[in-house]
C-alpha cells in the first residue's frame, strides 16, 4: 500500500513563494513519474508537473518560468516549488505517484494567493 503525505500548502500574497512536499511510504517501483497537480472548484484536475524515472521534467506552461519540480528519491519525497504565485494559481494541490500498478494521490493541500 502507497501512502502519499502532503505538506508546505498555505495563504501567499501574490509575488510570494511556496514550495510543497510529497513523502512516500510503502512499496515503491522503480518506474515511477512524481507529480503535481491541481484542482479548482467546478474544474478538471490539471498537471502542474511531474519528473519521470529518468529525471525528465514537465511544466504546464501556466508555470513555466515560475514552477520547478524536484525529487530526492533517498527520502522519496519529491518538491514543487512555486515563485511569483499569482491569484489564478489558488487551488487545491495534489501529489501523484504513477508507476506500474496504478496510480497513487496524496489527500491534497490548499494554496490560496491573496491579491
Known amino acids: 500500500q502507497v501512502q502519499l503525505q502532503e505538506s508546505g500548502g498555505g495563504l501567499v500574497q501574490a509575488g510570494g513563494s511556496l514550495r510543497l512536499s510529497c513523502a512516500a511510504s510503502g512499496t515503491i517501483f522503480r518506474l515511477t513519474t512524481m507529480g503535481w497537480y491541481r484542482q479548482t472548484p467546478g474544474k478538471e484536475r490539471e498537471l502542474v508537473a511531474n519528473i519521470a524515472n529518468g529525471g525528465i521534467t514537465r511544466i504546464a506552461d501556466f508555470g513555466k518560468g515560475r514552477f520547478t519540480i524536484s525529487r530526492d528519491t533517498s527520502k522519496r519525497t519529491w518538491y514543487l516549488q512555486m515563485n511569483s504565485l499569482e491569484p489564478e494559481d489558488t487551488a487545491v494541490y495534489y501529489c501523484?505517484?504513477?508507476?506500474?500498478?496504478?496510480?497513487?494521490w496524496g489527500q491534497g493541500t490548499q494554496v490560496t494567493v491573496s491579491s
Open positions: 501523484s505517484l504513477s508507476m506500474p500498478g496504478g496510480r497513487y
